[in-house]
């Protein structure tokens, strides 16, 4: 998806760019703050503009994705088959324009073509245990490291809830850095501490097996601790767990990383790293932007904070998390799972009439509910809520909802659209955050702005 590079952006480039966006978000907040499953008991379809609902009203789903989701490319145009509003226009390409750019600067073929749950550039060893999604992103957000930390001289990486150790194992055993894991959950530690000695002999066994092929295990194991990392108790409560080898280093220099730093720990982290004249370097993904504190954990930087319009409410940050590419790619295949989304906001006004006060309950997932009748999913949904599944049910009213699907799909693709300018905007103010703690830096460009 095309977007902004953060890097290409000076100082005052980031703040204009917060600027805008905390101008633009507050104008579709209706589409941002609505849950789809209130589709049909809040009338979403109606907030719409009434031009916007022409254009996109009967659209298909490939059609969505290519004529809302998707950019062209080079050379490419994209055929409207009617003349859209100037404002929904206008609200596309704001969304392009004021984004951070989401796609890899360098796509080679996919590392999972000849198998897709196999990453073929992830050795064998490191994919045991670890899901399809998981290899990638331990083995992407590995290499990072291992080049940060050749750049910078760091000597110990932090991996702050490390979890079950997979990306510490990678870091350690694959990458051979010296790693410590901070884990909270005790029980994660053990099950890290033992995938690790499986790992280990493992590894041995090939060496012996193959030892003209397989190198000779050199590299030491990551030191895992059970430990809570305090937000506030900065600096020395992180450095505490490492090693004592690394503690006695004489110039320790420390990378921090986390990957799903989930809510406000990826804020600690940050923290942390503002505060240790000793971290170097810093490494993060973020995750569960909705279970961020407001404020503390959002916003953090004095700019954004002094900004008119740079409240993003709980459905804003839950709607960033969702990846807009991989909805667009469902829309482009069509098929029966885009009818999830209708189906839960009929539930929802069944569940309404049979109990008023009973708004947007948890409904445990229903395997396959696409491939139900829809009066067989209601009566599932119905009994997770633990309401009678009995209940007689309005079917001429639900298939006229089932009759709206596509509105429905075009109505989450809108919020899809706008998702990425709520990450942009959180992943901003922490750029910004970090780049105040540098006086020098920050009066600087302040001058040249």
């Known amino acids: 998806m095309p977007g902004l590079a953060a890097r290409n952006l000076s100082l005052g480039g980031r703040k204009q760019l917060a600027v805008d966006l905390t101008r633009v978000l507050p104008l579709y907040g209706f589409i941002l703050d609505a849950y789809i499953i209130e589709f ?123 979890g079950q150790g997979h990306l510490t194992r990678f870091l350690a055993l694959g990458l051979g850095l010296s790693v410590t894991g901070i884990e909270m959950d005790r029980r994660l530690v053990e099950r890290a501490q033992h995938l690790d000695q499986e790992l280990l002999s493992t590894l041995k066994k090939e060496e012996r097996r193959k030892p003209r092929i397989i190198p000779a295990i050199s590299h030491r194991p990551p030191n895992h601790v059970v430990s809570w990392v305090d937000p506030a108790a900065l600096s020395q409560d992180l450095l505490s767990p490492l090693t004592s080898e690394a503690a006695q280093a004489p110039a320790r220099r420390l990378l921090l990383t986390g990957l799903h730093a989930c809510g406000d720990l990826s804020v600690t982290i940050l923290q942390h790293f503002a505060c240790c004249p ?69 539930l929802e006004t069944v569940i309404r009439d049979a109990q008023p006060g009973l708004c947007r309950p948890g409904v445990q997932s229903i395997p396959r509910a696409h491939e139900l009748p829809l009066e067989e999913y209601i009566r599932r949904g119905l009994q997770r809520v633990g309401l009678d599944p009995g209940l ?8 006229s909802c089932m009759a709206q699907e596509h509105r429905v799909v075009a109505f989450f693709s809108l919020a899809l659209l706008l998702a990425p300018l709520v990450e942009t905007l959180i992943l901003l103010d922490r750029l910004l955050f970090l780049q105040e703690q540098d006086d020098v830096i920050y009066r600087d460009d302040e001058g040249l702005a």
């Open 40 to 162: 049909f008991t809040d009338c979403l379809w109606e907030k719409l503009p009434s031009s916007w609902q022409e254009v996109l009203d009967g659209l298909t789903p490939p059609q969505i994705s290519t004529m809302l989701l998707e950019m062209p490319s080079a050379g490419e145009e994209i055929r409207y088959r009617s003349v859209w509003p100037l404002t929904l226009l206008a609200l596309k390409a704001t969304a392009r324009a004021l984004a951070f750019t989401r796609t890899p600067e360098c796509l080679g073929p996919s590392e999972f073509q000849e198998n897709p749950s196999q990453s073929s550039r992830l050795a064998a060893q490191f994919r045991k245990h670890v899901k399809p999604k998981k290899q990638h992103e331990i083995r992407r957000l590995g290499e990072l490291v291992k080049k940060l930390s050749d750049l910078t001289g760091c000597n110990q990486v932090v991996d702050v809830g490390s």
């Open 278 to 346: 000793e971290a170097v370097a810093l490494a993060s993904v973020g995750c569960c932007y909705m279970k961020l504190t407001t404020p503390g954990g959002y916003p953090l930087s004095r700019w954004v904070s002094g900004l008119q319009g740079h409240s993003l409410p709980y459905k804003f940050r839950e709607g960033a998390c969702h990846a807009l590419e991989e909805y667009a790619e469902r829309l482009r295949g069509g098929g029966p799972t885009l009818r999830t989304h209708c189906y839960r906001a009929a």
């Open 392 to 399: 007689p049910l309005d079917l001429a009213f639900l298939h």
